[in-house]
């Protein structure tokens, strides 16, 4: 069975270790900027949001590579870019509906999550378990679902 990220704002403090984590995993630096995870901070709320690719089923970046620079990992489930084939043209960040593909500036490619080859560092880093790697089933539509209830609910007070 597929694992993915499960991602609860509800425990996140904001500690960006995640961000440290992804950034020295893939880019040997700890800079935030060049992560692939990012907390969102509501700073009216007081309130963190981590959140990353999704590793969408019906991957739209992937179907939107004119290059078919992104390909599935059958192994994690996670949709890979190839930096030897990626010409940087950006319309898989277009394409991405949530916002969670890059563009490095430095290296002219785009980057998202890849589930660092089924061991994701951001979960490692979390001290709150605020990120974790569950059994693919346990995220999805129905979670989703239950939690823009419970949002709407709370609004609604």
Known sequence: MQKSLYLDADKCTGCLQCEMACSYEHEGVFNPVKSSIKV???????????????????????????????????TTGAKVVNNSTCVGCKVCTIAC??????????????????????????????????ITYVEADATGFERMKKWAQKTDNAGAA
């Open 40 to 74: 969102f901070n509501f700073h009216d709320e007081g309130r963190f949001v981590p959140y990353t690719c999704t590793q969408c089923d019906e991957a739209w970046c992937m179907t939107a590579c004119p290059v078919d620079a992104i390909t599935l990992d059958a």
């Open 97 to 130: 509906p949530f916002g969670t593909i890059n563009y490095n500036s430095s290296t002219g490619k785009v980057t998202k999550c890849d589930l660092c080859g089924g061991d994701p560092q951001c979960v490692d880093a979390c001290p709150t378990e605020a």
